[in-house]
């Protein structure tokens, strides 16, 4: 049961990290960026702007707001990640 359905999951996981990562990698510099310039983790328009267009960008208007919930949990993970990375 289930085995081509999880057999696809497990392809798409693998290149979903990798896109993570890349983002991540982004995400790291401009918290160097930030800290370097002491500017806030938090850039509210930013992730208003990041959020309209990825509901934009989803072709399958069902999943237009889960797609928002796993951005805002993305940049939840992200801004830790910052406040982290900048730590002391
Ligand atoms: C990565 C940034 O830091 C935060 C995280 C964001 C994101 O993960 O897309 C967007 C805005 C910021 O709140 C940024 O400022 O671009």
Same mark, same amino acid.
């Given at each position: 049961?289930?085995?081509?359905?999880?057999? /696809?999951?497990? &392809?798409?996981?693998?290149?979903?990290?990798?896109?993570? /990562?890349? $983002?991540?990698? &982004?995400?790291? @510099? !401009? &918290?160097? !960026? =930030?800290?370097?310039?002491?500017?806030?983790?938090?850039?509210?328009?930013? /992730?208003?702007?990041?959020?309209?267009?990825?509901?934009?960008?989803? /072709?399958?208007? &069902?999943? @237009?707001?889960?797609? +928002?919930?796993?951005? $805002?949990?993305?940049?939840?993970?992200?801004?830790?990640? @910052?406040? =982290?990375?900048? +730590?002391?």
């Amino acid at each position: 049961m289930f085995k081509k359905e999880r057999t /696809e999951i497990d &392809a798409i996981d693998q290149e979903l990290v990798k896109l993570f /990562e890349r $983002r991540m990698d &982004a995400v790291t @510099e !401009i &918290a160097r !960026i =930030k800290k370097e310039h002491q500017l806030p983790i938090l850039d509210q328009s930013r /992730e208003d702007k990041v959020l309209d267009k990825v509901r934009g960008l989803t /072709e399958n208007k &069902a999943y @237009e707001d889960s797609v +928002e919930d796993l951005f $805002r949990s993305l940049m939840t993970i992200t801004k830790a990640f @910052e406040t =982290k990375q900048n +730590e002391g």
